[in-house]
Structure formats: C-alpha cells, structure tokens
C-alpha cells in the first residue's frame, strides 16, 4: 500500500502546484477523482461506466452531478487496457498512462486516445548485459515474469546477450496468475536446478498481479548476485520480509532529478489536513496506533506531530519513485495541453463576438498529441511515442546492512544517447555486495584461460563453457580467454609460457662457437700436417720411396689436401654471397684435383706392374707420363659443371627460421640442389673409379706397391660420403654445415693418413728400407716368399 499511496500523493502535490502557479491555468483549478480497477471480469466496467455517466446503474446516461472528468489518468496493464479501453474509445475519452512504457498500446492501432508518460525503456536490456560485460560476468540467470512486457524482455536481453557472447544459465518464467498465487509458484522455485551462476536478472513487470511480490521475494534462493528493475525494487520494499539476502542488489532505475518541494509535502501530509482522504487516515491508523472517534468517521490519541517521514523505509519511501515521477508529468501534461486548449477557445471566442466557453473531452486530443514541455526538473515531457527519447537509468546498490538499513546509493549510469563505449560508468568502490563478499563476485561457467591458452568449447553445451589448451609450438596467446592461438612470425619466437613472441637472435657457424673452434682447428691442424708431410716428401725426393710412384703425383696430391683441408675455413664464420659461392666450387675443384690425383696414381701403379717387356705401347704410356693427364681432364669437367651452375641457379645467401628454436640461421642456400648432386655424383664417380682400378691392382707383387693404400684410402673416401648424404638430409641448420665439413675433413684425413702415413713411417722410423740396399733385401725376401 505505501508504493500506491506515495502515487496518490504525488498526484495530489501536482495538482496542488499547478492550482498555485499563476502562469499555468490562471482563474482555472483543476480536481480529481479516484476510481478503483479491481481485477476481476465482473467488476472490472464498473469504474469505467461510474467515470462516465456518473452512477453504476444506467450506462450512456448522465446524471447525479454538475460536470464530469476530461481526462483519465491510470496504470493498468495491457490486459486491464483492452478490457476498458474500448468502452472509453467510443466517447474519445482521453487516457494517460503512468506505468512503464508499453509499445504495444500505440502499434496495436487499438487505442488512439489512449498516451504514454513514461519515456522509452526499450534498452534496459543494454543497460543490463553492459553491466554484465564491465563486471565480466558470462553466466547468468533470468528470473522473469510472465506477460506480453516480459517476454519482450526475454527476447531483447537473450539477443543482447548472444551478440556480447554472454550464456543465459537457466531461464525462470515466473506465473503471475492466480492458480500460480495460490501454490504452483512456491513449487516452481523451490524444485528448480541449482545453477552454477552467481548472477541473475530479475525482471518485474510492475503491471503483473501485487500479490505475487511477496512469493518472489519468500521463494527466490537469495545466494546470488540480482540485477534488477526498478519496478521490482519498488513493490519489494514494502514488504516485511527479509531482505538482508538482497543486500548487493543492483538496481536499473529510471534517471529523474528530485522535485523540489515533494520531500517537505510528504512530512505534512496528515489526516486533518485531508480530512476527506480515507486511504490517509486509516494508514495512520495502521501505522500510528491511533484509535477511531465514538463516530468511527475520525481519528484520535495519535501522535502529536506524527508524519510519515517517522516511518522505517520499509513502511514508507518518501523519496519519488519512477511510478510516482511519472504521475506527476501526467497531471502537468494535463494542464498544460488543457491550458493550451483554453487559449485556442478564447481566441475563437474573440472571432465569435465573445459566446460562452464549451467544449467537450475529445477536443483535448490535438493538444495532448503536440504538448511538449519541460517539467521542473529539466526533463523533456511529451506523449508523442514517435517523438519520445530513451530514458537514462542511474544504476543503484540495495544496502540492506546491517538489517533494515534499505539504503539505496547511486554507484553508476547508463545513457543510451552516449557514444559506444561511454554509455556507461559506474564506480565500483561504492558497491557493497553480499554479506561477507569483498571483491567483486565471479559468475562463469568455466574459469578464465590464462594467457598462452585458448579456449576449446565443450561439446554439447553453452559457449561459455569451455576447456583450456596450451597453445601449439611457436603459437601464442597474449590475453585471457583467446579463442585461437597466434603464430609467430619467422622473425620471432613463442617464449615458454606461449604468451609473448621473442626476437629470434641471429646464428651461423662462427668461430666463437664451440663447434666452430673445433672444427676450424682441426682444418688447420691438418692443413699444417699436410704441408709438413709435404715438405718432408721434398727433403727425401731422391729416395726410393718418394720416387717409386711419381713424386709429383705425390706434390699435386699433398697440395690438393691442404685446399681440401683449407676448404672448411669458408663454411666458418658470417656467410656473404662471395664465401657461398667459394664453398660450393673450392669444394668441388679441389677434390675433384685430389680424386683425379689419386686415379692418376694408380693407372701409374698398373702400368708400372704391367710392363714387362720394352717397346709395349703401355711402357711408352709410362715413360710419356699419360696418366698425368687424367688430372687437368677430369678438372675441366668439373669446371665445366661448376660454371653451369653458377651460371644458372647459384648459391647464395639464406635464412633458416625454423630448424633451431628461437634462432634465425644464416646460412648458404645451394642453388640449384640439381647442380649440387651432379658435382657430387662426378666427384663420387671419380671416387669409384679409382676404387676399382686400385682394388684390381692391390695384389700386384713389388716393393713400395702402393695400390692396397690407395684401395683402403678411396674406400675410406667413399664411405665418408656415402654416409653424408643421408645424415646430411635429416639435418638441418648449422648441423647440416658441420656435417659438410666433418665430411670434408673425414674424407681429406682418410686419403692422407692411408696413402702416407705408411711413407712417413718408413721414412722417419725405417730409413734403412728406403735405400737400394733396403729395397734389395727387401726384394729378395719377397721372391723367396713367392718360391
């Protein structure tokens, strides 16, 4: 009874204001009745008929008083509306109403006399689910009443709710019908899944059944979070149950300034003030122990002084309500469109020679269509729907501790006109949530992924219910909840928690590496000993042993080593296009020099074994040195293949992002791979070659035969390189490189340590065998072995 009777006294403080402004219908007082819709299908005409013919007996007659009322102020719903609307719809009969805004009364075509005060509040849907992404609530429930407003609630905050990807947890439709009042509702809540959400929307339709306020609030499980209407927080403040469960409840109300003057009318308002108000005094009766005249018609033994502002707010809110707010613009659209129709009639008066002033209720109708005014707190006031503006909403915090306290406070806004992003504001250190809670609630149906994991829905259910992933290698998530990973750029690398890219830092086989330092010193440690063997051969040239098998076969050989074992240098170190090239053909040349070499040597060793008698042509091949020839000719070719390749697809410098993680390798890119295998396939030919014909001639009998050595060493040769190519192509970056030259120095090592070390030996260790007495004795013994 206090929301309904806070009306009233709106309603009676507008009238009272505009009967005392001497600008707005001077010489004009305006009056008021009031008429009960009691809901029911057999008394619900019977207020209606009263208005307008003045008793309840006789319809379309009029009788029992000087004048009747013009306009008709009313909160009904839609169902009430359809009711009485047609009967007042035959006399034109003009019809404010204060409740919520309702589309549905203009679009219908229904009701042409029938005005809405109230502002737009077709985005408190909006307002809510904005609400819900600052606080970044994703689960969330719907408590909502029954009707043609709530379900158009229902339709706009689920479609708000799916674009902003919030999931509604359940959804409750709660009956506002009088089978649902008597017991099917208490079963309805109190039977009803537990949910996993700790944040709910309640939407009260104000136009629903009064008497199930009671039941939403004795039977909603009061554990959550509640984001409301104002409509509901209003009905439900009357009530004396506990709300201490309620305490955090924020609450969308309708913005509107306070009217000056209204708090001071309401502490005055008294019964012998408005002897006539009925309502007044017996809730004074109720509410201050007053006890009734001998009459029964007055009240006595009350307080002295006694004035509604003594009353907890539980029992009466002095301060205006949304309802309320709207009462009072309708009484001044009222007077302000029935100003302007005065005016319009005296100005006719004038042209009509001055005849008495009449008129009827439907001629008000132009004038409430075009009204458009300013109210006293600056808000814009129209009954044009086409014209209306969407109404702000101050977003309130229900403080209900300690117990009773009912304090609302003002901790945000939300202005639909504003641009995106500045709709809304709200100050969260004024909010006290539940009891106990100090930091802001959590409402999700899966916890948040950390950054460096992306969300995986589950199967089968809401969106907001999902499983985090680590994110694949090399794939990052910088923020929570991603929905998929990022993938570096080949620059860049995904650091250990896959939440931020890293420079990948630049590599390359270089001499401060540890395998650059053994490998460059083993090159040069070989280079040294070649050209030590080398200088050793020409200390001792004119023994035996070096001249047994053409000692400058035996210089070209050592001198091809020593590039071969210098070869590696320039696969060490930064690559440039000059060094790549240089790698690729000093490689080839030289051990195509080396391998021809080693033919060389041992078509001299066959031929020398195969003489037996002068004037052969094969001892006219020897003495000619024809084998020496095979060198230059096999040089040439690959020569000739180096060119073509160079000329064609050359390598050149490259980058390898990919094989070490976290590096970006520097490395030489072959070119043309076709290139690069028909010089190695030349250079492995030449290698089998020579093999063969040295295996052919390995049991040749003579001293210093050097042809099981040269057999032993291309064996060596060929199965460094055989092993090469496979190892080669499952490695990747500098591996690949050190493979390379671990196979260059493998192979160069095996030609030098098989074919001259034994010389060396014998020429440091046993310089007795390399003399002619030595190689007498020595081919004695071996005759006589053969014997």
Known sequence: MNTNYLNVLAFIFAIEEINRNLHLLPNVSLGYEFYNFLHGHWWIMESPLTLLTGQSEIPNYTCGRGSKAIVLLLGTPWATAAQIGPLLELYKFPQLTFGSFNPNLKDSGQFPSLYQVASKDTTLALGMVS??????????????????????????????????????????????????????????????????????????????????????????????????????????????????????????????????????????????????????????????????????????????????????????????????????????????????????????????????????????????????????????????????????????????????????????????????????????HLIEWATEVTEIPQSVCSESCDPGFRKVTQEGKAACCFDCSPCSENEIANFTDAEQCIKCPDHQYANSQRNNCVQKSITFMDYKDLSGKILAGTALSFTILTAAVLSLFVKHRDTPIVKANNRALSYTLLVSLTFCFLCPLLFIGRPNTATCILQQTTFAVVFTVAVSTVLAKTITVVLAFKVTAPGRRMRQLLVSGAPNYIIPICSLIQLTLCGVWMGTNPPFVDTDAHSEYGHIIIMCNKGSLTAFYCVLGYLGFLA????????????????????????????????????????????????????????????????????????????????????????????????????
Not at 413 to 423: E, L, M, T
Request: charged share 15%; proline share 4%.
């Open 131 to 428: 609400l819900m992404l600052h606080f970044t609530w994703t689960w969330v429930g719907l408590v909502i009443t029954e009707g043609q407003k709530g379900l158009q609630f229902l339709s706009d905050v689920r479609a708000e709710m799916g674009r902003n990807r919030i999931c509604v947890a359940f959804v409750k439709m709660i009956e506002v019908t009088l089978r649902a009042f008597f017991g099917n509702f208490q079963y309805n809540f109190q039977t009803r899944e537990i949910s996993p959400a700790n944040v709910a929307i309640i939407y009260y339709d104000s136009e629903s059944l009064s008497d199930v306020n009671f039941h939403i609030g004795g039977y909603l499980v009061t554990w959550r979070v509640w984001v409301t209407n104002s409509q509901w927080h209003a009905d439900m403040m009357g009530r004396n149950f506990i709300l201490d469960s309620f305490h955090g409840t924020l609450i969308f109300s309708n913005h509107h300034e306070e009217i000056p003057g209204f708090k001071n009318f309401v502490q005055r308002a008294n019964p012998s003030r408005y002897p006539e108000n009925n309502f007044l005094s017996l809730y004074w009766f109720k509410n201050f122990h007053c006890s009734l005249s001998d009459s029964g018609c007055s009240l006595r033994s009350c307080p002295p002084n006694a004035s509604l502002a003594w009353l907890p707010v539980n029992h009466f809110d002095t301060a205006m309500s949304d309802v309320s707010y709207n009462i009072y613009n309708a009484v001044y659209a009222v007077a302000h469109a029935f100003h302007e129709m005065i005016l319009h009639i005296a100005q006719i008066q004038s042209m009509n020679n001055g005849e008495g002033m009449a008129f009827s209720h439907w001629q008000l109708h132009p004038f409430l269509k075009n009204i458009h005014f300013n109210s006293t707190t600056g808000d814009q006031v129209n009954l044009d729907d086409k014209r209306k503006l969407e109404t702000e909403y101050d977003i309130l915090n229900f403080q209900n501790f300690p117990e009773g306290l009912r304090l609302r406070v003002k901790v945000g806004k939300f202005s639909p006109h504003a641009s995106h992003g500045q709709r809304l504001s709200v100050s969260d």
């Open 688 to 787: 089998l070659l020579s093999f063969t014909v040295a295996f052919l001639a390995r049991n040749l009998p003579d001293t210093f035969n050097e042809a099981k050595f040269l057999t032993f060493s291309m064996l060596v040769f060929c199965s460094v390189w055989v092993t090469f190519l496979p190892v080669y192509h499952s490695s990747k970056g500098k591996v690949m490189v050190a493979m390379e030259v671990f196979s260059i120095l493998a192979s160069s090592a095996g030609l030098l340590g098989c074919i001259f070390v034994p010389k060396c030996y014998i020429i440091l260790l046993q310089p007795g065998r390399n003399s002619l007495h030595g190689l007498k004795y020595t081919m004695h013994s071996r005759r006589k072995r053969s014997f």
